[in-house]
């Protein structure tokens, strides 16, 4: 079992969207919780959380050159609850599709309407062991 | 329907010597209930495919440690898994069975449970052995958790089914009924329950690969061997080891029934080598004469075997015994003599002097007996004078050439639970232990110190251990291929050792 925390940042709405694992939608709505578990299979695993009803012009409050106020998405922590290993480094497999067509880098932070995905492995302690993490 | 109740499987990493012994007494026991399975040993094949690799050594760095190999290792070895993976499932067993020797053997297990599960998520596997009934969790990153090892790869779904400590009792039934969790029998086999155990079916392994790789007497001879056991547990208890921690009792087979079994797989099999798996072949005096006289009666001099033999104290083995020894057929004995010191082996409790060790180094010598020393560096008492007293020892039997004589410098002083020195010891000598990440090459447990003794550091401790490893090279008393192992392994050591501490 492995358990997603997030930050949620709420604007006069809740950010809205969905948590799918292996194309199986397990969550479609507005984000109203910080943790969210999951039971991946042994071996490979795509996660999925979306952000969809971002209106960016209402939504982000900018003041100074600094948000004051948001609606998003933070992936704070990935973590096994049989193991107790946390997930670090989340960007090294994982991409943030934007609904216009951007690849970003945003470790964890979905803030614009799009799809962030994250491919692990499962157990961690095998994940752990890719090379993607030594090289 | 599928072709077999279960395959079972030896894993890596270990040393290659006989033909494993665990999935051959499991076959064994399940041709007595009718169950149909059959036998593979992974360790050897493993080895052999990448023995000629340039990164050998980092890949066996990586099975033995847990830590990272160039990419090309990763790639031939993930690829490699997958294959062994595909083979298992391909056989169509109802359940696959891992064996693991030491906890050496936990890398590889988990990398072939989490391919076979991803390719076949309800493949029913089932884990045993000692490399899994010690449930040690020290050695993997994720020991946070507090939970033993096999309750980690249950929780995870690695695997369906664990055995912890003797597996003979109720492997029948998990496999007859298809039962899953963690199954501990509780208690260690009796001697009644040892003598009735039956004879290892060797039958399936692929005996080519032992004839052309397994130096059974680590000399130029290459055969095919059995293992054979003969008694569980060991009549010392040395300060440093920790069978006494899993296998409390000595018990031993009758010294008839020990041949009786090698016997009937040299008649039935054709095998003539065997490796012993006991901890001290001569543990029980009077079950180890039972067996070279019911040997040297009813097949004298036609099998050869070989184990790991102690020196007893003067008197108590006769010049009679060894050449009964030899007419029996043992060619060639592994004794742990671990330091030249007195005062070091006295502390380790191994109850034999220098004298006691002259006069087994010359008796066995006399019969033609080859014979291997272990000897370990950096013992928690030992000072640079009693590690010049273990140069001198191997200087002073210099008339005794190898292969006749080998040397084995096994390494430097772990001190890990389950051994009278962690358990017992650790306040009164003032061990404690640096805080070394687990995943460092090298045991968590080397990283000890004592204020005691306090030139015997890691880095001294690896430092001497370089010093011997060259020092019986230079006198011809090992292999070239165990040199550079030996050596790229110190090497490592240190690397990592620095490297952790620059952190």
């Given at each position: 079992?492995?358990?997603?925390?997030?930050d949620?940042?709420e604007?006069?709405?809740?950010?809205?969207?969905?948590?799918i694992?292996?194309?199986?939608?397990?969550?479609?709505?507005?984000?109203?919780?910080?943790?969210?578990?999951?039971?991946?299979?042994v071996?490979?695993?795509?996660?999925?959380?979306?952000l969809?009803?971002?209106?960016e012009k209402?939504?982000?409050?900018?003041?100074?050159?600094?948000?004051i106020?948001?609606?998003?998405v933070?992936?704070?922590?990935?973590?096994c609850?049989?193991?107790k290993?946390?997930?670090?480094?989340l960007?090294?497999?994982?991409?943030y599709?934007?609904?216009?067509g951007?690849?970003?880098?945003?470790?964890?932070?979905?803030?614009?309407?799009?799809?962030?995905?994250?491919?692990f492995?499962y157990?961690?302690?095998?994940?752990?062991?890719?090379?993607?993490?030594?090289? | 329907?599928?072709?077999y109740?279960?395959?079972?499987?030896?894993?890596?990493?270990?040393?290659i010597?006989?033909?494993?012994?665990?999935?051959?007494?499991?076959?064994?026991?399940?041709?007595?209930?009718?169950?149909?399975t059959?036998?593979?040993?992974?360790?050897?094949?493993?080895?052999?495919?990448?023995?000629?690799?340039?990164?050998?050594?980092?890949?066996?760095?990586?099975?033995?440690?847990?830590?990272g190999m160039p990419?090309?290792?990763?790639?031939?070895?993930?690829n490699w898994?997958?294959?062994?993976?595909?083979?298992?499932?391909?056989?169509?067993?109802?359940?696959i069975?891992?064996?693991?020797?030491?906890?050496?053997?936990?890398?590889?297990?988990?990398?072939?449970?989490?391919?076979i599960?991803?390719?076949?998520?309800?493949?029913?596997?089932i884990?045993?052995?000692s490399?899994?009934?010690?449930d040690?969790n020290?050695?993997?990153?994720?020991?946070?958790s507090?939970?033993y090892?096999s309750?980690?790869m249950l929780?995870?779904?690695?695997?369906?089914?664990i055995?912890?400590?003797?597996?003979?009792?109720?492997?029948i039934?998990?496999?007859?009924n298809?039962?899953?969790?963690?199954f501990?029998?509780?208690?260690?086999?009796?001697?009644?329950?040892?003598?009735?155990?039956?004879?290892?079916?060797?039958?399936?392994?692929k005996t080519?690969?032992y004839?052309?790789?397994?130096?059974?007497?680590?000399?130029t001879?290459?055969?095919?061997a059995?293992?054979?056991?003969?008694?569980?547990?060991?009549?010392?208890?040395c300060?440093?080891?920790?069978?006494?921690?899993?296998?409390?009792?000595?018990?031993?087979?009758?010294?008839?029934?020990?041949?009786?079994?090698?016997?009937?797989?040299?008649?039935?099999?054709?095998?003539?080598?065997f490796?012993?798996?006991?901890?001290?072949?001569?543990?029980?005096?009077?079950?180890?004469r039972?067996?070279?006289?019911?040997?040297?009666?009813r097949?004298?001099?036609?099998i050869?075997?070989?184990?790991?033999?102690i020196?007893r104290?003067?008197?108590?083995?006769t010049?009679?015994?060894?050449h009964?020894?030899a007419?029996?057929?043992?060619?060639?004995?592994?004794?742990?003599?671990?330091?030249?010191?007195?005062?070091?082996?006295?502390?380790?409790?191994?109850?034999?002097?220098?004298?006691?060790?002259?006069?087994?180094i010359?008796?066995?010598?006399?019969?033609?007996?080859?014979?291997?020393?272990?000897l370990?560096?950096?013992?928690?008492t030992?000072?640079?004078?009693?590690?010049?007293?273990?140069?001198?020892?191997?200087?002073?039997y210099?008339?005794?050439?190898f292969?006749?004589?080998?040397?084995?410098?096994?390494?430097?002083?772990?001190?890990?639970?389950?051994s009278?020195?962690f358990?017992?010891h650790?306040?009164?000598?003032?061990?404690?232990?640096?805080?070394?990440?687990?995943?460092?090459v090298?045991?968590?447990?080397?990283?000890w110190?004592t204020?005691?003794?306090?030139?015997?550091?890691?880095?001294?401790r690896?430092?001497?251990?370089?010093e011997?490893?060259?020092f019986?090279?230079?006198?011809?008393?090992?292999?070239?291929?165990?040199?550079?192992?030996k050596?790229?392994?110190?090497?490592?050591c240190?690397?990592e050792?620095?490297?952790?501490?620059?952190k």
């Amino acid at each position: 079992m492995i358990q997603l925390t997030f930050d949620i940042i709420e604007n006069n709405k809740l950010p809205r969207g969905k948590i799918i694992l292996n194309d199986n939608v397990l969550h479609n709505n507005f984000y109203d919780f910080t943790t969210f578990d999951i039971k991946p299979n042994v071996g490979s695993n795509i996660l999925q959380i979306t952000l969809d009803n971002k209106i960016e012009k209402e939504d982000t409050v900018i003041e100074n050159n600094k948000i004051i106020k948001d609606v998003c998405v933070v992936l704070k922590e990935v973590k096994c609850m049989i193991t107790k290993e946390i997930l670090t480094n989340l960007d090294v497999s994982s991409s943030y599709a934007t609904d216009k067509g951007e690849q970003l880098k945003t470790y964890g932070y979905l803030s614009y309407n799009g799809t962030y995905t994250f491919n692990f492995d499962y157990p961690f302690f095998i994940f752990q062991k890719n090379k993607l993490f030594y090289q | 329907m599928t072709s077999y109740h279960a395959v079972f499987v030896y894993t890596p990493y270990s040393k290659i010597d006989a033909m494993p012994l665990a999935p051959a007494l499991l076959k064994a026991i399940c041709n007595q209930h009718g169950l149909k399975t059959t036998t593979l040993d992974y360790n050897i094949e493993l080895q052999i495919d990448y023995k000629d690799k340039p990164w050998a050594g980092d890949l066996v760095s990586y099975l033995m440690h847990f830590v990272g190999m160039p990419t090309e290792a990763y790639d031939w070895y993930w690829n490699w898994v997958e294959e062994k993976a595909k083979e298992l499932i391909n056989l169509n067993c109802n359940w696959i069975g891992f064996s693991l020797l030491s906890y050496q053997s936990l890398c590889f297990t988990h990398d072939i449970c989490y391919t076979i599960k991803k390719l076949k998520p309800n493949q029913k596997i089932i884990i045993g052995g000692s490399g899994i009934s010690k449930d040690d969790n020290t050695r993997v990153p994720f020991k946070k958790s507090n939970k033993y090892m096999s309750d980690i790869m249950l929780e995870t779904g690695m695997c369906n089914a664990i055995i912890i400590n003797e597996g003979e009792n109720v492997l029948i039934d998990i496999l007859k009924n298809n039962k899953t969790g963690k199954f501990n029998a509780g208690k260690q086999l009796t001697h009644e329950e040892l003598n009735q155990l039956p004879t290892p079916s060797y039958i399936d392994y692929k005996t080519d690969l032992y004839k052309d790789n397994s130096k059974i007497f680590h000399l130029t001879e290459q055969a095919v061997a059995a293992t054979i056991t003969g008694s569980k547990g060991c009549v010392r208890r040395c300060t440093f080891c920790d069978v006494y921690s899993f296998e409390p009792k000595f018990v031993f087979k009758d010294g008839e029934r020990i041949a009786d079994e090698m016997i009937e797989i040299y008649e039935t099999q054709g095998i003539t080598h065997f490796m012993m798996s006991d901890s001290l072949i001569n543990g029980s005096m009077k079950a180890f004469r039972q067996m070279n006289t019911a040997l040297a009666k009813r097949l004298p001099r036609t099998i050869n075997y070989y184990g790991e033999y102690i020196a007893r104290p003067k008197g108590q083995t006769t010049d009679e015994d060894y050449h009964l020894m030899a007419e029996a057929g043992c060619k060639h004995v592994i004794v742990g003599i671990e330091s030249g010191s007195e005062a070091v082996r006295n502390h380790m409790k191994k109850k034999f002097t220098n004298e006691d060790i002259d006069i087994m180094i010359q008796s066995l010598h006399k019969v033609g007996i080859t014979q291997e020393w272990n000897l370990m560096v950096g013992y928690l008492t030992e000072t640079r004078k009693d590690f010049e007293e273990t140069m001198e020892l191997v200087k002073r039997y210099k008339d005794i050439k190898f292969p006749n004589m080998i040397v084995n410098p096994t390494g430097i002083l772990h001190i890990f639970p389950g051994s009278p020195l962690f358990d017992t010891h650790l306040r009164q000598l003032d061990i404690e232990f640096e805080n070394i990440p687990a995943e460092a090459v090298g045991l968590k447990w080397d990283f000890w110190f004592t204020k005691q003794n306090p030139e015997n550091t890691f880095e001294n401790r690896v430092s001497w251990w370089n010093e011997l490893i060259d020092f019986c090279y230079a006198h011809d008393y090992m292999t070239e291929y165990r040199y550079n192992t030996k050596k790229h392994l110190a090497k490592r050591c240190i690397e990592e050792y620095k490297k952790i501490l620059q952190k």
